[in-house]
Structure formats: C-alpha cells, structure tokens
C-alpha cells in the first residue's frame, strides 16, 4: 500500500527555520513528481514546492529564496527546509506524490509560527 508520512513540524519563531521530511512507501518513489502543499486554517490548500525525477524544482512565489525542496531516493524522502519563516507561513504542511494520474498524499504535520 502506497502511503507517505510527514514529520518535523513544530513551533518555531519568526525568522526561524524548520526541516519537514516525508517518507514514501509501497511505490517508485524516485519515479513520482514530489511536492508539498500547505493549508492554513480557513483557506484553500495551497502549492508550495516540487522536485520532479530530474531533481527539477520549483516554488510558488512567496517561498522562493526561503524555502527549498529536496529528496533522497536512496531513503525515499522528500525533505523541505523552511527558513526565515514568517507567521503567514504556519499550516499543516502536506507532502503529495504524482505520477501520471496517480497521487498520493500524507497525513500532513503542523508547522506553527509565533512568538
């Protein structure tokens, strides 16, 4: 069975930084598009990052330079470092697979930032 499992949120201050890692199981990880999305309460999930199977990655607009995607094929994980974090930034953080028509997605941790 396909599933992905997120961990590393936290609460953190503005300005701080925070690593998510999402572990893949039960499919080719390093054949699927990674990403991660984010929900903050009240509004619409919302894109955030992708790293495709060429290592290719891209960002939605207000992360760029902040944040960066990675992944290790070798352990199945897709990581997000999250500097210089922002209170608009606090969510829950979802990581999300794709291949073809096929997605996958986690449970989602909680990131909370505040002072």
């Known amino acids: 069975q396909a599933q992905l499992v997120e961990s590393g949120g936290g609460l953190v201050q503005p300005g701080g930084s925070l690593r998510l890692s999402c572990a893949g199981s039960?499919?080719?990880?390093?054949?699927?598009?990674m990403s991660w999305y984010r929900q903050a309460p009240g509004k619409e999930r919302e894109w955030v990052a992708l790293i495709g199977p060429a290592l290719n990655t891209n960002y939605e607009g207000s992360v760029k330079g902040r944040f960066t995607i990675s992944k290790d094929n070798a352990k199945n994980t897709v990581y997000l470092q999250m500097n210089s974090l922002k209170v608009e930034d606090a969510a829950v953080y979802y990581c999300?697979?794709?291949?073809?028509?096929?997605?996958?997605w986690g449970q989602g941790t909680l990131v909370t930032v505040s002072s």
């Open positions: 999300s697979a794709a291949f073809g028509s096929m997605r996958i």
């Open positions: 039960g499919f080719t990880f390093r054949n699927y598009v």
